[in-house]
């Protein structure tokens, strides 16, 4: 629902904010006082195509926000935000739009920015705009089928239709796979069984490159290690003046000098701790440097066994890092024998699916038969309770149909909703073929059409239905009518705005007098502040400008207002009318 709205230097706007409440509410005013440009900043802010133009003049960019209400059960609009990670805040987003005079513009959701399809996509959960030329979701026949189900309490069958479809659907797709490539799956198994031979016949361990490039190069440089190998042990143990000789004749001298005074033992004992740390040192070292020797066989293997490896590596794993070499090798060829079983099962794969295939059609198509049952009564009752609305919105002779027609002739032939396609189809007048909706010439014949839809739906509506959209706008839905139609127009609009919350631009008193809400269009002539553009100083500063306002009329207001729309003037005479027209149908809110 819309609960503000912000509108900043669009076309005479300079900067209003409206706040509104449920119901029926209605905008009125003198002719050009600026009713179109309410329902175009809606327009705007709903994603329709903008044009500079729009931008008032001087102004630099022009803007329109609003604050709407998420509705607990408008499931449609509460899931495009989840699936956009966009959070309402205490059940309310705010929508801003704008645009600057080098054409560019910004729309956010909630400081998100999105694209202007996707705030036309939002928004057509929570508005729908009628006017002389915006009857869009009305006329596309894909949303014939969608409103029908609706009006049906049928969403959640076709929901489930839809998913059997989309199964059955992924199903025979993968069996006209299975059967399209057994050569490729021939060629695909021969690969794979090569990969895991070879692997297997090279079996590789993990960690394995790191130890044989360890090894290896200790090989190749044996020269370099036995010289310093041989140059420690000197050092060590060989020499004379090694550490261990000189250890042993360090300990013999402080050993003496322990015995003359006593204080030395410490330094005594870890000298010790030193002597015995060193010689069991080159006890380790000697076993090392005896066992070193050069093997240049074992050079060779190494690197013949790394270069065997290098090329499995290169071969099935390019991508993996140097520390898991071994281990992408062994992972591919897990994958390989995975993949080698499910491809060598493919022919009882294959026999399961047809059956499960089988299974499901003769499901859908029990499925398609009673949704298609049940769209046909729909369509009877939809229609007979539209043209009972329409013969007493003023057009008697007009005949509403839901056609249901088939998708095939003969076999059953289904889509992803059903065996059926669904279109609104409308006769005006005795005699006249029923034909599409977009052929009604006349623009307030189309909005009564229009409401005479949105009433029927709203009677069907429960309250654990998804309600989107939540507001309706009728921008001259009065075009052409008066007298007792203008009457039954506003009993319907009042129907309906007790189910929705509903905007009408009108210019009938019958209609406007029934309003919840009374919204007054004015357009006034105010002195300049001062120049309206620093490019054009001397041009536009010291004239006056126009504006358009809007106020809320109370009850003494809205009584002058319904006078002025009855006589064009406030006299006595239209003021007794008023009263009459207020007492009589006026809303008791």
Avoid at 456 to 466: G, I, K, L, V
Wanted: aromatic content about 6%; glycine content about 8%.
């Amino acid at each position: 629902m819309l609960e503000e709205l912000s509108i900043r230097n669009y076309a005479l706007i300079e900067n209003l904010s409206l706040s509104f409440g449920g119901g029926f509410n209605v905008f009125t005013g003198e002719t050009g006082a600026g009713k179109s440009i309410i329902v175009g900043s809606l327009s705007f802010l709903m994603g329709g195509k903008a044009e500079t133009d729009v931008i008032r003049t001087g102004a630099e960019e022009a803007a329109v926000s609003a604050v709407l209400s998420v509705h607990p059960q408008n499931r449609d609009a509460r899931a495009w935000l989840e699936s956009r990670d966009i959070e309402t805040e205490e059940d309310r987003i705010i929508v801003r739009r704008t645009i600057k005079n080098t054409g560019r513009g910004s729309i956010f959701i909630q400081n998100i920015p999105v694209t202007r399809s996707d705030l036309a996509e939002l928004m057509s959960l929570f508005f729908d705009l009628h006017g002389q030329h915006n009857h869009e979701s009305l006329l596309r026949k894909e949303n014939h089928r969608i409103q029908l189900d609706r009006f049906a309490g049928l969403e959640g069958e076709a929901a489930e239709f839809n998913r059997v479809f989309l199964e059955l659907s992924e199903k025979k797709k993968s069996l006209e796979a299975s059967l399209n490539s057994q050569r490729d799956r021939d060629t695909r198994l021969e690969l794979l069984n090569y990969a895991v031979e070879e692997i297997t016949a090279a079996a590789p361990r993990a960690g394995e490159s790191l130890e044989l490039e360890r090894e290896a190069q200790k090989l190749g440089d044996f020269e370099k290690l036995a010289a310093q190998v041989n140059t420690a042990a000197a050092a060590l143990y060989d020499d004379e003046a090694s550490l261990l000789s000189l250890g042993r004749q360090a300990r013999g001298a402080l050993e003496a000098a322990c015995a003359i005074d006593g204080s030395l033992e410490p330094l005594r004992q870890r000298l010790n701790d030193l002597y015995f740390e060193t010689e069991d040192l080159a006890g380790e070292f000697r076993s090392y440097r005896e066992g070193l020797s050069y093997d240049p066989a074992r050079l060779e293997e190494a690197e013949e066994r790394l270069a065997l490896l290098y090329r499995l590596r290169k071969k099935y794993v390019p991508a993996v890092p140097a520390e898991d070499r071994e281990e992408g090798i062994l992972a591919y060829r897990t994958q390989a024998e995975e993949e080698i079983a499910e491809l060598s099962g493919i022919e009882e794969n294959r026999e399961k699916l047809k059956a499960e295939i089988g299974t499901l059609e003769k499901n859908i198509g029990a499925r398609a038969l009673a949704l298609g049952a049940k769209r046909k009564e729909a369509a009877r009752a939809l229609g007979e309770a539209i043209t009972g609305i329409l013969s007493r919105l003023g057009m008697p002779k007009a005949r509403f149909s839901p056609a249901i027609k088939t998708k095939g002739q003969g076999a059953l032939v289904l889509g992803p909703w059903g065996a059926e396609d669904v279109e609104f189809l409308i006769s005006a007048n005795t005699g006249e073929p029923l034909k599409d909706l977009s052929r009604i010439a006349s623009g307030g014949e189309l909005s009564r059409v229009m409401l005479a839809i949105k009433t029927a739906f709203a009677s069907a509506d429960t309250q654990d239905r998804d309600v989107s959209p939540e507001t309706l706008i009728f921008d001259e839905i009065d075009t052409g009518i008066g007298g007792e139609v203008a009457l039954s127009v506003g009993e319907y609009l009042v129907k309906t705005g007790g189910r929705k919350q509903l905007f009408c631009v009108t210019h009938l008193a019958s209609i406007a007098v029934r309003a919840d809400n009374h919204y007054m269009v004015e357009k006034k002539i105010i002195p300049a502040r001062g120049p309206v553009s620093a490019k054009e100083p001397a041009k536009e500063a010291g004239g006056d400008r126009t504006v358009t306002t809007v106020r809320v009329l109370g009850n003494h207001e809205k009584r002058q207002e319904i006078a002025r729309m009855l006589a064009g003037d406030a006299g006595s005479a239209a003021l007794a009318h008023a009263d009459d027209l207020l007492a009589k149908y006026g809303s008791k809110a």
